[in-house]
């Protein structure tokens, strides 16, 4: 079966500009999160959504920073006026959610954000 | 607050040796405990898991870990290397609060020679 499948892979931009980053889960699971990874760092939790609203959003480290997941599927990353230290890999996973929560994570390859 | 310490961030190690990957938390919830590798270029995959009852675990390719309560740590461990464990290793904690938060660690960059 498919994988988390995110969009695009690899995203350069000039800042200031506005970037979006698409993540597509595995069919069913209901849980989805975001990640930042740094070079040479851990995955930085953003945010996660339980179906279409998000549970926790305490990782977003600002306002610039805002992510919708409108239908419980599809979710994009939204960065306004992107500054060089967004750069980094934005991780999307998805998780099950059910009777029997495992907390697994499924993670996607990443989209790889550079702001010259 | 909740974090997850590794307590080493690069292990080289010969081939066919044994080794020690730590891992250290810190949560006031109760917590599901997880490794996860990430090979060249590839994204992440679980390795292994604690949720309940045995707290030595199992996990994919020969690694096992150990969930310590008392010492809050999740140890990697494999008897004997392979060139092809060469990876990234992660611990992560997951908030057990309704939700489910994970956290990650800095990572521990294991790199086997021959």
């Known amino acids: 079966g498919a994988g988390v499948s995110q969009t695009p892979s690899n995203k350069v931009t000039e800042k200031g500009k506005y970037v979006e980053l698409r993540c597509d889960p595995i069919s069913g699971h209901t849980a989805l999160y975001w990640y930042r990874q740094s070079l040479g760092q851990g995955p930085e939790f953003l945010i996660y959504f339980q179906g279409t609203g998000a549970a926790d959003d305490s990782g977003l480290p600002n306002d610039r920073f805002f992510a919708v997941r409108p239908e419980g599927s599809v979710s994009t990353l939204k960065i306004q006026r992107t500054e060089r230290g967004d750069s980094a890999v934005y991780l999307c996973?998805?998780?099950?959610?059910?009777?029997?929560?495992?907390?697994?994570?499924?993670f996607g390859e990443g989209s790889r954000l550079t702001v010259l | 607050a909740q974090s997850v310490t590794q307590l080493d961030s690069q292990v080289p190690v010969f081939e066919e040796a044994p080794v020690e990957l730590r891992c250290n938390y810190s949560s006031s919830v109760s917590v599901y405990l997880f490794w996860y590798v990430q090979y060249p270029n590839q994204g992440l995959q679980l390795l292994l898991k604690?949720?309940?009852?045995?707290?030595l675990v199992k996990g994919i390719n020969g690694f096992e870990a150990e969930f310590n309560k008392s010492q809050t740590s999740f140890h990697l461990r494999k008897p004997s290397v392979h060139i092809s464990d060469t990876a990234e290793y992660f611990c992560?904690?997951?908030?057990?609060?309704?939700?489910?938060?994970?956290?990650f660690g800095a990572g521990t960059r294991l790199f086997v020679k021959a």
């Open positions: 992560a904690v997951t908030l057990n609060t309704g939700g489910f938060k994970t956290i």
């Open positions: 604690y949720l309940s009852g045995s707290t």
């Open positions: 996973a998805s998780s099950l959610m059910g009777t029997v929560n495992t907390g697994e994570l499924f």
